[in-house]
């Protein structure tokens, strides 16, 4: 399929490892990290795949837009596979297996608990295959039972491993350590604290697997993020007139003026006023906010060299050099860094229904200008101004804060590259 596409085979792997970095982001089964998540902000399951699916698609579309761009520089035209089966020939051929999915997806809404709906999914699996023209028999049974015992060995004692060092970062009081260092280097701001946790998350991310590194991470600054993100809605609340007496009282203690206090109270003191002045659903917004940006960083150690496990099993697969492959995913994966910024600056989590998708509108539009940038050309090679242009124009589409204006401004910036590409310049 890869010579048949036209792409190099380096690219071509590279895609297919960032794709599949995007399977454990994409609802309704976003890996076992999204189980732990669950457990932690106590939020239903149901809750957690809601939001996540249209973050989801903007990942989809990063890689899609590097891969049209690519496409573009190649001089491709439309692919056609010619020895592909039709789909309703697959469809028939194979509907059965798509009742354990559903299975699983309906148990999971219906909020029965993880285990149960992993167990419904199994019986499901067998009654399917009796549909199928392989039944599975007790003995199939019985060794699939075997091996998935066997499969699951490894990732339980990687958890066992990492139980031991979240209870020696809770007792010796290292989380706290390794929180205050953070917020010591980025001073209060949120985008310097997302660039250190990104570069934790990848240096865990060399020993440990993604559901681990994301249990490390999150016990290690979810509650920092959290505060962060928190800090403006409470500020907005502190400004209230008929604020209670025990606030007021806690105000008094750093001179009564909300920002002086809010950024000198310890992160204790800050909880306590966000719980009595901010409403509960707020809370758990942002705190899902905090921890799906660290799950999302927390799968960059697939795609991101020098450990990169899913673009060295591509390059395997394609037979390409490892480490350049490696490169490329990294590059195609950029929407695992530039995705989560919308998490903490926009209401894509928080917010109403209607603001989620104005925000995934336009942000649209950002991601395409991004990925232009990243790959110095969208119809054709970029030049320093036309670049700066699509800089303005990302910045413009996907800063939540700035009104509807703004953002048509990003959008004519945009189309104004490509026009200018498609009609006036030459290569």
């Known amino acids: 399929m890869m010579k048949r596409s036209g792409f190099p085979a380096k690219f071509a792997a590279g895609v297919e490892a960032a794709a599949s970095t995007g399977g454990a982001l994409m609802p309704p089964i976003m890996g076992a990290g999204a189980f732990v ?6 939020l239903p399951y149901s809750q957690i795949v809601a939001v996540s699916v249209l973050p989801a698609l903007l990942y989809f579309l990063t890689v ?8 573009i520089r190649l001089g491709l035209g439309k692919m056609t596979l010619e020895t592909a089966e039709p789909m309703r020939t697959v469809l028939k051929q194979g509907w059965q297996f798509v009742l354990p999915l559903g299975v699983l997806i309906g148990a999971l ?8 709906a992993a167990i419904f999914a199994i019986l499901a699996t067998i009654a399917a295959s009796w549909l199928s023209p392989t039944p599975m028999s007790a003995k199939d049974c019985m060794d699939a039972t075997i091996d998935g015992v066997q499969n699951t060995t490894t990732t339980a004692l990687l958890l066992v491993a990492v139980g031991l060092i979240i209870n020696v970062v809770t007792t010796t009081g290292l989380g706290n350590a390794f929180s205050m260092m953070i917020v010591e280097w980025a001073q209060g701001s949120l985008i310097i604290t997302l660039v250190l946790v990104a570069l934790a998350s990848l240096i865990l991310g060399m020993g440990l697997p993604v559901t681990a590194s994301y249990i490390v991470l999150a016990t290690l600054s979810a509650p920092m993020i959290y505060d962060l993100i928190a800090q403006d809605y409470l500020l907005q609340a502190l400004q209230a007139p008929d604020l209670p007496t025990s606030v007021r009282a806690t105000l008094s203690l750093f001179g009564g003026d909300p920002v002086v206090a809010v950024t000198q109270m310890p992160i204790e003191m800050r909880q306590l006023l966000r719980t009595e002045l901010l409403d509960p659903t707020i809370l758990a ?6 921890h799906l940006i660290i799950f999302w960083l927390s799968q960059d150690s697939n795609v991101t060299p020098p450990v990169c496990l899913a673009a060295f099993a591509a390059a395997g697969i394609a037979g390409t050099p490892p480490m350049a492959t490696g490169m490329t995913s990294w590059k195609l994966a950029k929407g695992l860094y530039l995705v989560p910024v919308l998490f903490a600056y926009s209401p894509l989590i928080t917010g109403t229904w209607p603001e989620r998708i104005s925000v995934f509108f336009w942000s649209c539009f950002g991601l395409y200008a991004f990925a232009g940038l990243l790959q110095w050309r969208l119809e054709k090679a970029l030049n320093p101004l036309l670049a700066a242009m699509l800089l303005a124009s990302g910045v413009l589409l996907m800063w939540a804060p700035l009104s509807t204006l703004y953002h048509v401004v990003g959008l004519l910036l945009l189309m104004g590259v490509i026009f200018w590409q498609k009609r006036f310049q030459a290569a």
């Open 37 to 42: 998540m669950a457990g932690y902000t106590n």
């Open 64 to 71: 899609a837009y590097f891969v049209r761009i690519e496409a």
């Open 109 to 116: 809404v219906l909020g029965y608990s993880a285990l149960l």
């Open 285 to 290: 917004s942002m705190l899902l906010s905090a």
